[in-house]
């Protein structure tokens, strides 16, 4: 079983403070998605990370890969309420399907 | 353009009774997963099906079935819940299965709860 680890679990901070939020495994992935998910929906795709050391930028969002394939992290700068939500980091899986292992999920909540 | 829809949104049933769960794909996706998602937890894969065919299977018993329709919707079934089955089934949908980095897109889910 590819487990992901997730840290912290849950995370309350002030409006405009960072943060930063780990995934990490034993296993190598081939891919590495994150993901975020609102109370009565569905998780909805932020980014997918595919190379070692890769960074990804998305406006105040920042993603890193570990260089060998076993982490990543997420950096939020100058959070907003509306970065509110559960964060989940989710690893490819086999070849051939869309099994994603998805990692225990970081609830943030920003005070306004 | 619509996208990925499930019924019911929400349901109850009691222990032993058995559930059926429906999804009908984004327009032009072929691929259809199915996930559990236990409060407080991530989702946890249990099927995929691609052009009707099972591609992937999760850890989850016998109990726990699906299939794919000609027009790509697809139906879980749960028999003989046990309390441990109550969550939120998510359905997600993709192109094509396999790559590497192919988006899922998601429902809002089935909400479960066994009483």
């Known amino acids: 079983t590819q487990l992901l680890e997730q840290s912290p679990q849950f995370l309350s901070i002030q409006e405009g403070e960072n943060l930063t939020v780990y995934c990490n495994s034993s296993s190598v992935f081939s891919s590495l998605q994150w993901y975020r998910q609102e109370p009565g929906e569905g998780p909805v795709l932020l980014v997918t990370?595919?190379?070692?050391?890769e960074v990804k930028k998305l406006k105040r969002l920042t993603f890193q890969f570990g260089d060998a394939r076993k982490d990543s992290s997420l950096h939020i700068t100058a959070a907003q309420p509306g970065d509110t939500g559960l964060y989940l980091c989710?690893?490819?899986?086999?070849?051939?399907?869309?099994?994603?292992?998805f990692g225990t999920g970081t609830r943030l909540t920003v005070i306004p | 353009d619509a996208g990925v829809t499930q019924s019911p949104t929400h349901l109850i049933k009691t222990r032993g009774q058995h559930v059926t769960l429906r999804c009908s794909p984004i327009?032009?996706?072929?691929?259809v997963s199915w996930y559990q998602q236990v409060l407080g937890q991530g989702p946890q894969f249990i099927f995929q099906y691609y052009e009707k065919e099972e591609r992937g299977r999760g850890n989850f018993p016998d109990r726990f079935s699906a299939r794919q329709f000609p027009n790509y919707s697809s139906e879980l079934n749960v028999n003989a819940l046990l309390l441990g089955d109550s969550a939120l089934y998510l359905c997600a949908s993709t192109k094509t299965p396999g790559h590497l980095t192919g988006e899922l897109f998601f429902g809002e889910g089935s909400r479960l709860t066994v009483l």
């Open positions: 989710a690893g490819g899986g086999q070849t051939g399907a869309n099994n994603l292992f």
């Open positions: 327009s032009g996706h072929k691929s």
């Open positions: 990370v595919v190379t070692g050391g």
